[in-house]
């Protein structure tokens, strides 16, 4: 039976606006789809861009840090420390840098820090008379085949016409910047003011005839730029793909068109906190790269210790050697035990940032007191209550407490008796002054200025101390380290 004409217009009426909301709803689909294309083209060209900066940033401040480094070594050449003393220094405050050069007027390699066969530096002639022409330096990239190819260069002139120049390999910086980048991101070059290009990180795999995204970001104090590449479609490949598997079954039905818009909204809500996630993923692996980094710095300081012991150990006379193995063994023993405390103290009070100078010291007098226990030497700590060290500051003012306990147990007790005292307390200006006592025979007596008094003395000029030494009391010795208010923790500084 067929359908009343009133009622079959009414029906008409129905399909036909129902055909029409299918039409609107498939234009606004394609509208939306279009739409957030152009919008992860976009979200993903910030992302390489903010990517690029951060690196520029980092790039930017490892270049800063050589450069001051240099020029103290600088400093210390001509106020007449040994060349390779100096070397020395530039390297143990550097440790990204893959070797420290010391180069005469000509650029020839004069000395290294680490001992290389047939040293060389190579670049454009160009490049080098503006090197030598500047008097604040330059950074440069050049070919250094003994550090094994292309480098970047960091220069700082000296006396004479020479120059200091710290030289960081592609392979050494493309592992630390790796930690900062998105894991898309398959390429990453430093570009110098000449075009010349230093390949911090190669692609994995060879994608010839695909696109990419790029996005370049200079230095704020360097002729260099930072330029990052993606492929285009690893970036854009699951908004495309929901894109083509969208758009054919909005026009099948009215139903699939709902179900699938539906969908799009979920996609959006899941991409919102996908978002979110990325943001702590990228916390995380920032908090990871600064965590490798201090144990890398950690594992770097402990290399040296245990270096220089072995030289002590080499230089001793024959019937002196096996004493001073065990005695160079102990004091590198009380140092690596002395870092280990310091982070142990950090996750034992679940902050990443400052550790308690009381508790640290406390823990620390007891370490040396076992260390020296087969002597009559009491080591005794104190602090004042809410004492806090910053984590860049901590391990600098470890090592120096150490190294003057380790100092007065060894040289001011000839009778194997005595205390030594650690004090802690704030100082003058909002910072803080750590004494160092012992009742022993004091300055006089001491023995000979070596390496424990430059390592002392480059610490403290490391956190911006000033250290100084006299006579206690009653007899004995005095080391007082004053400690400005920027080595301070969080919630402390400025106090």
Known sequence: MSRPPARRWVFYAIAGGVFAAVLALAALSFASMASLGRLALQSSERRLLSDAMLLARAMDGSLRLSEAVLDEAGAKARSGSSLQSALAFAALALPEADNVYYLDRDFDVVAAASAREAPLLRASPGMLGRAGLSPGGAVFLAD????????????RPAAGGASFAALFRSSLLGVRLSLLMDPAIGKVELVDAEGLSLELL??????????SLAASFALSNYPLQVRVEADRETMLGPSAQRTRAFMPLALVSAA????????????ERRAAMADRLDQELAAKVLLLGEVNHRVKNNLSVAGSIIGLGESAVLDAPDEEKALMAAEVLRDARDKILSMSMLHEQLYKHSSFAAVDLGAYLADLARLLAESYASRSIGI??????????????????????????????????PSQRGRIRIRAAAGEGG??????????????CAAERGFGSLLVEHLAAQVGARLEAGGASGGGSRWRLSLPPEALGPGREGA
Do not use: Q, W
């Open 144 to 155: 250094a085949p003994a550090e094994g190819g292309p480098c970047l260069v960091s220069l």
């Open 202 to 211: 190669a692609p994995k795999v060879e994608r010839s005839g695909r696109a």
């Open 256 to 267: 699939a068109a709902l179900l699938l818009f539906a969908y799009a909204l979920r996609l």
């Open 380 to 413: 005794e700590a104190e602090a004042e209550e809410g004492l806090v060290l910053g984590i860049n500051s901590a391990l600098p003012v470890a090592l120096i407490v150490t190294e003057l306990v380790t100092n007065a147990s060894k040289h001011a007790f």
């Open 431 to 444: 910072g803080i002054e750590i004494e160092v006592l012992d009742d022993g025979v004091g300055m006089a």
